[in-house]
């Protein structure tokens, strides 16, 4: 039996990351997933060995290396191809769970609102990298821009999240068309971390893709 594939999507500090480690400690016991099967965290760009390399090199590049739009758009699906071969597919096929922080939603928002890079070129790059591979549910955590700002003030900024406000505008305006038209969960994430990760546990357990036979 195959296992499940799970994607949380959103701007920069919409909360990804205290959710993928509040869901680590529940999901296991959550009686959603079956018994013997393992539940794997990872993340995009940097879920493999070459994909944390190439995470370096995107995020924060050496003086004079920083990637060109196309060349970004190309580094993110070498990223992706890598993490879907070497460890999702591998993880999925023996059952167990995979639960990824960002997945190719983020490259249409990114590169493709946010950038301005050709959408249909972007959509060919997805069915190389991911060889087909869709998640079974994406949680979007749907943060106002304001808010995204707010929390990350005290934080050093990595070369994406300075591309500045119009930018990151275009990005969550990406975000929310994707949410309509791939049918995401959508998950307010403006409120405590506890309330958001019970809006998340509601989704996955009314979740057509988690109904046991
Ligand atoms: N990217 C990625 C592309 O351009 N194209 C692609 O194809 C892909 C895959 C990745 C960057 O690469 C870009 C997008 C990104 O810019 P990253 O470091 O993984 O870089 O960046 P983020 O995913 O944005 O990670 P962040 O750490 O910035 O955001 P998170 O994980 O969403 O948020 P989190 O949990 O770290 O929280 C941020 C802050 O808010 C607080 C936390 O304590 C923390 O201080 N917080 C809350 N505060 C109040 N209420 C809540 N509910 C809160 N939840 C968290």
């Known amino acids: 039996m195959r296992g499940r594939f799970l994607v949380l999507e959103g701007i920069d500090g919409c909360g990804k990351t205290t959710q993928l480690r509040q869901l680590a400690e529940w999901l296991p016991d959550s009686g959603l997933m079956p018994d013997g099967a393992t539940l794997h965290l990872t993340r995009e760009p940097g879920g493999s060995p070459l994909g944390r390399a190439l995470r370096e090199l995107l995020l924060h590049p050496p003086d004079d290396a920083a990637p060109c739009p196309e060349a970004e ?59 087909g591979l869709m998640p079974d549910v994406t949680l979007w955590l ?19 999240e300075a591309e500045g406000q119009a930018f990151l505008s275009r990005v969550a305006t990406g975000f929310q068309v994707l949410a309509a038209e791939r049918n995401w969960a959508v998950i307010p994430a403006d409120q405590r971390p506890e309330e958001v990760h019970k809006a998340i546990r509601r989704a996955l357990e009314g979740h057509v893709a988690f109904r046991r036979p």
């Open 142 to 160: 749907d943060l106002p821009l304001e808010a995204s700002i707010a929390r990350r003030e005290e934080r050093a900024e990595d070369r994406i």
């Open 73 to 131: 758009l190309l580094m993110y699906a070498a990223d992706r191809a890598q993490h879907v071969q070497r460890r999702i597919r591998p993880a999925l096929e023996r059952g167990d769970w995979v639960l990824s922080d960002r997945f190719s939603g983020s490259t249409l928002a990114y590169q493709g609102d946010g950038r301005g890079l050709d959408r249909a070129l972007i959509l060919d790059l997805e069915r190389i990298a991911t060889n």
